[in-house]
């Protein structure tokens, strides 16, 4: 699994920003949202859930970043944590 952030090259200029992509590699698994999930309207048919241990991420994730995973890249529609911030939760979307 891979999480990847587009990062401006700080030789670029602020009206025409060049950006590369920095690749971060991870331990996780991709899941999927159960109907109680879904019924509350944030949460699309084919959105997954992507889980992935804390520990083996060099960044905290964010809503800019996508992850790929087994060839398939989606982007990150929400991030969380549980309270020890041993687990990155990510609503996930293709």
Known sequence: MTV??????PESTP???TYTSVDYSCTGIRDSYSALD????NVLETDV????LA???AIEPGTSDSVT???K????ISVSTDPATAL???????
């Open 15 to 17: 009206w025409a920003p």
């Open 69 to 71: 995973i087994g060839g």
């Open 73 to 76: 890249t989606y982007a990150a």
């Open 4 to 9: 990847t952030r587009q990062l401006v090259d």
């Open 49 to 52: 859930k992507i889980l992935i």
């Open 38 to 41: 879904r019924a509350g309207g």
């Open 88 to 94: 990155w939760e990510i609503q996930a979307r293709v």
């Open 55 to 57: 520990a083996t991420l």
